[in-house]
């Protein structure tokens, strides 16, 4: 049976929102970093509980690491695959995960 794939829109729909921005990001990476702590982006999705195969995104990255895994087209539409470990939260633990407190 071949996966179903996502428009882009409804990918971004399903995605929780995020409660920190880019430059927020950007801060708390330069402080672990300042800090001789692990500091990549990959260390921040784990620090914030997103989905660590996402990369709290939402859909499969590309095997190369670069995009998002194109699974079939409807029409002039990409489709894209939703990732199988958070169901298309980007959060850890799945869809139906409260952030910690």
Do not use: H
């Not at 929102?17 to 801060?27: C, G, N, T």
């Amino acid at each position: 049976m071949q996966k179903q794939g996502l428009p882009w829109a409804e990918v971004r729909s399903n995605l929780q929102k995020r409660s920190i921005s880019l430059e927020d990001i950007k801060a708390w990476r330069k402080s672990e970093a300042s800090a001789n702590r692990p500091s990549g982006y990959k260390d921040f999705c784990l620090n914030y509980d997103f989905c660590q195969t996402c990369l709290g995104e939402g859909v499969t990255i590309n095997d190369n690491g670069i995009g998002f895994k194109i699974i079939g087209m409807d029409g002039d539409i990409q489709l894209f695959e939703q990732c199988p470990v958070c169901e298309g939260s980007g959060r850890a633990g799945g869809p139906y995960v409260q952030k910690k407190k």
